[in-house]
Structure formats: structure tokens, C-alpha cells
């Protein structure tokens, strides 16, 4: 599934989209494993060809290893947390953080599009573009070039993660004087991991790194 998206006709509509730091190499089975509890789930990914001894296999692999993304009410965050391979909920400052739901939309049109996508080292600067014409019209991210093919880079600020989708530079217009991003001067993120006693319900939050 090269959308990596499986949005559920549910109430978490109404909910903030929310970044989970899970057990890299295992995010389809954990993506899997949330929807299954009734959770909107979203793990960006694409279809690589896997090459072993005796054959080639095509897997769907994350576009941000070790993490995903779900829609969930965060005062009711424990399945979520006792899912197996889910090792916290991103945030800062002892204080869980919702991902930009404008970033949310981009990676979801850049995979839609059906352009390559990988993953990418996150940028902070760099020169910002808007997409003019085909099917990312409208979209905005950071230009680079590497040795073959120009590439827009499109990033999530609380992962500091990015991912690179090819483009073609006859279709982007340069974007000058925009304010930097929201989440560029903050401190690196961090995990969230609520602990529960026996029989006591109120949760206790540790700071963990990804």
C-alpha cells in the first residue's frame, strides 16, 4: 500500500494527529495491531524490492523508520501505550504534542501523487518552494538537488524527519521572504511514556529520547 494511509469513517476525525516512536522494522505489524483497536492510522511508506539468496521480495517499508502516526484522544492514550512495540508518544517538555495537520496533508499529497518518495536528513534551511504545476500543485517544501534529479523535501518538525519526493524544477516557483517553520528553534523531541501502578489509573509521565 504505497499511501501507507488506512483512514477509518470514525469519531477520531475530531482528534489531533499524534506521533508514536515504535520499534523500528516493526511499524506495518504495529500499524496493524492500533487499527485494529479502532485507531485512524497513518505510517507514510512505500514498496521496495528486497533482494535475499534465493529471491526478490517487494515489503512496504516506512518512510520515517520508527515512527507512525495516529489520531487519538490523548487523555485516553493507554491502549495506544500497552499496544506492543510502541515505546512512547512524542511531545516536549514533559507535555504530549500534536503533529501539524498541514504536514499530515502533504506527505498523504506526495504519496497520492505517486511520485518516488524516501526518507531524507532533516533540513532546517534551505531554499522554500511551491509546487506550480501537476499533481503536488499548491504544495510547499525545500529544494534540493542531488547528482540525477531535483527533489522537494517535505518535513515533520516534531520528528525533526523529512522525507524527499522527485520533482521536476520546471514545475516549482521559488518562495520568498516566508517565516521560518514553527518547531525549527525548539529542543529535540522527545518520547512520552505513561506508567500505570496496579490498580491506580492515574499515570505518571517519564521523558524518554527516540
Known sequence: MVEGARALPRESA????????????????????????????????NIESRR????VQKVESALFPGYLFARLDIDRRLPILQTSGVEAIIG????????????ILAIRKVLASGAK?????????????RVQFGALEGLEGILVKTKTQDRIII??????RSIAAEIDRSW???????????????????????????????????????
Do not use: M
Not at 16 to 44: C, H, M, N, Q
Open 14 to 45: 475530531k482528534f489531533p494527529w499524534y506521533a508514536l516512536k515504535v520499534r523500528t522494522s516493526a511499524e506495518v505489524r504495529i500499524r496493524d495491531v492500533i487499527e485494529r483497536r479502532g485507531y485512524e492510522v497513518f505510517l507514510p511508506s
Open 52 to 55: 535475499y539468496s534465493d529471491r
Open 92 to 103: 516536549f517538555g514533559g507535555k504530549f504534542e500534536p503533529v501539524n495537520e498541514a504536514e
Open 117 to 129: 518518495a524516501i526518507p531524507w536528513p532533516y533540513l532546517k534551511e534551505g531554499d522554500r518552494v
Open 155 to 160: 518535513s515533520v518538525h516534531l520528528l525533526q
Open 172 to 210: 516549482i516557483r521559488p518562495i520568498d521572504s516566508l517565516p521560518k517553520a514553527q518547531g525549527n528553534d525548539r529542543e529535540s523531541p522527545r518520547g512520552i511514556r505513561s506508567s500505570v501502578k496496579r490498580g491506580d489509573s492515574r499515570s505518571c509521565p517519564a521523558l524518554r529520547r527516540p
